[in-house]
């Protein structure tokens, strides 16, 4: 389980955008068994933040904007060999 808390910044000089504070939290468990298969359940984002992972000004006015991902889990499976 591993978790970042971001306080919020500027995303230009001149302080232009805000990004609002935000806490991500991501979490796997796996587990391997005698044959040397790897089984995991993962969720990334489990607090459902939003946020942005680019934002750029136009020239034409507002802004360019890229929103991670939200929410989301999984399972998987590794072979060793």
Do not use: C, P
């Not at 796997?28 to 984002?45: E, V």
Request: charged fraction near 15%.
């Amino acid at each position: 389980m591993n978790g970042y808390f971001n306080s919020g910044f500027y995303w230009q000089t001149g302080n232009l955008t805000h990004e609002d504070d935000y806490t991500v939290v991501n979490m796997r468990l796996s587990w391997k068994d005698k044959r040397g298969i790897t089984y995991s359940l993962w969720g990334n984002n489990l607090t459902d933040a939003i946020y942005s992972t680019d934002r750029n000004a136009q020239t034409l006015g507002g802004d360019s904007i890229s929103l991670a991902q939200g929410r989301e889990f999984g399972v998987g499976v590794a072979f060793a060999f």
